[in-house]
């Protein structure tokens, strides 16, 4: 909204040339959405408590100290983060760019999805909201619709390959079945930080270190120069979902003050899948989906273990993990929640770096 203002007086205000930069706009963007999540939080905490009456379900199944530790915590807190990137992606993105809709348009309906999820568990009173194969079935139609979208945008070839990190030149033709492809990433992103999401500050800090990484690959591929360079295959306009990954991050943040243990308030699944569907869609823009499964490896993981877990019990009876998701075993071991939350964190930061290395190698 302010580049679609501002740009053009630039010729006659020289202080508005700096909404040409995509870089002084991410910086604005994240900062604008932590200055809404710390003015707005508050007051949808409040709100939040007011309406829940007595918080989140927890899992009876789960561990103890949760029923003691984590009653009472009200949840839908991405509803602040969802709030807060929105109103600041809007503010510093260039309005025009078909990428950016798109891109909000997964986030948004996977907010959306989520909120019913939520609401369902929070008025019934139990952890089971919407069916699973009624979840399943409602992310596909969101994700296909925005992969054809996506697809459509991008035109020519480049639109409908899979792109493989290091080698230079490898690509895998998927053609038709692209979008049926890019459905399966943002279901799959969505669907594995939903299931990261169970301890004070666990996912959002990854999903964080995520964005942050997906924030200078944006503005890399959408450069053609940089792109060159570095023999990246080029994406014209994708560098404004830096814009996008930028006000994200600043979301995050301002959600992780009151997230942070004890936790004022839980993520929801109105939160997790959202940006795990934000993810998602920003790889598939930027060609970058096989880097996500790097970069994003904690949420890779923490959803293995849950895929082992239920296949191993049902073929023998027997369960690999003492509880899952991966975290919940940590638990069960005696494991302090904030040792297993930073542990975490760190392999997060260490598979981010691991993710920009494919950048610069080839």
């Not at 296949?311 to 904030?338: D, I």
């Not at 939350?341 to 997060?348: D, M, N, P, Q």
Request: with cysteine.
């Amino acid at each position: 909204m302010l580049y679609n203002a501002f740009r053009p007086l630039a010729d006659q205000f020289i202080l508005f040339n700096l909404f040409r930069y995509i870089t002084f706009r991410a910086g604005a963007a994240c900062l604008t959405a932590l200055i809404v999540s710390f003015l707005l939080g508050p007051s949808v905490i409040r709100w939040l408590k007011s309406v829940q009456g007595h918080g989140q379900p927890i899992r009876l199944d789960g561990p103890e100290r949760h029923l003691v530790e984590k009653k009472g915590t009200p949840t839908m807190g991405g509803l602040l983060i969802l709030g807060s990137l929105t109103i600041s992606t809007l503010l510093w993105v260039d309005l025009r760019s078909g990428y950016v809709w798109a891109v909000l348009f997964v986030t948004l309906g996977y907010g959306a999805l989520g909120f019913w999820d939520d609401y369902l568990k929070v008025t019934k009173r139990n952890t089971r909201g919407v069916p699973g194969r009624v979840k399943l079935l409602v992310q596909a139609v969101i994700g296909l619709v925005a992969a054809i979208w996506i697809t459509a945008l991008a035109r020519g070839p480049l639109g409908t390959a899979l792109i493989f990190p290091v080698f230079k030149e490898a690509a895998l033709q998927l053609g038709f079945l692209f979008p049926i492809f890019g459905m399966l990433v943002m279901m799959g992103a969505s669907n594995a930080v939903n299931l990261t999401d169970g301890l004070d500050g666990l996912a959002i800090v990854p999903t964080m270190i995520t964005a942050s990484v997906f924030i200078l690959i944006a503005y890399l591929v959408g450069n053609r120069i940089f792109a060159d360079y570095l023999q990246l295959n080029p994406v014209v306009g994708a560098g404004e979902l830096a814009v996008f990954c930028a006000a994200l991050v600043g979301a995050g943040m301002g959600f992780l003050w009151f997230n942070a243990p004890p936790a004022a308030v839980f993520m929801g699944d109105i939160g997790s899948l959202a940006l795990g569907g934000a993810l998602g869609a920003v790889a598939i823009v930027t060609k970058h989906e096989i880097v996500l499964m790097i970069v994003g490896g904690l949420f890779v993981v923490e959803t293995l273990s849950v895929i082992i877990q239920v296949f191993w019990f049902k073929r023998t009876g027997r369960r690999v993990f003492l509880m899952a998701p991966l975290h919940h075993h940590f638990e069960k071991k005696g494991w302090a929640e904030p040792t297993i939350v930073i542990r975490f964190w760190i392999i997060s930061m260490i598979l981010a770096l691991v993710g920009l290395a494919t950048l610069k190698i080839r």
